[in-house]
C-alpha cells in the first residue's frame, strides 16, 4: 500500500553523520539563555540609571555585568552610558514601565537559574526582582 522511500532524508547532514556538527549540551543552552536575560535586564537597569541615579542601582548593575561575564566565558557585556540610555528614544522613558520591564526580566531569569541550578545568578535575580518591586509600591500605593 505504501511505497518506500528512495531519497535520502532532507534532514541528513552532507556529510552523512549527525554527529558531524556542533551540538550544544542543556547546561550550555541554559548558559546562553540565562546570559541573555541577564543582559536584557543589565540594559534596562542601566536605561534606570541614566533617569534616575542610584547606588542600588549601580551596585545590582555591576553585579549583572560580573555575572553575564561569567556566563559569556570573560566576555563582558555591552553597556550603555547614561547619556546614551536617556536619550536613545524620542520621549523620555517612564520609570514605573522600565521597573516592571526590570521585574518582569528579572523573573524570567530566576526561572532559568533555577533550572540550571546556578544558586549566585538566581540569588541575583531574586534580588533585582525585590529592587524593582520596592521601587514601585510607593508609586502604586499612592494611586490607590
Keep these: 500500500m ?50 534616575a541615579p542610584s547606588a542600588e542601582l549601580d551596585e545590582g548593575a555591576e553585579r549583572l555585568a560580573q555575572q553575564v561575564a561569567r556566563l559569556r566565558g570573560g566576555l563582558p557585556p555591552v553597556r550603555s552610558t547614561a547619556s546614551t540610555a536617556s536619550t536613545g528614544t524620542a520621549r523620555p522613558a517612564d520609570p514605573a514601565v522600565l521597573h516592571r520591564r526590570a521585574h518582569a526580566l528579572a523573573g524570567r531569569a530566576l526561572v532559568v537559574a533555577a533550572s540550571r541550578a546556578d544558586t549566585a545568578a538566581a540569588i541575583l535575580a531574586a534580588q533585582q526582582m525585590d529592587v524593582h518591586t520596592a521601587a514601585l509600591e510607593p508609586r502604586e500605593l499612592a494611586s490607590r
Excluded: C, K, N
Design 2 to 51: 505504501y511505497e518506500p522511500i528512495r531519497t535520502r532524508s532532507v534532514h541528513s547532514t552532507m556529510a552523512g553523520s549527525s554527529s558531524d556538527f556542533p551540538h550544544r549540551s542543556r547546561e550550555e543552552e541554559l548558559d546562553i539563555q540565562l546570559a541573555g536575560h541577564l543582559a536584557a535586564l543589565l540594559a534596562v537597569t542601566d536605561e534606570l540609571r541614566g533617569l
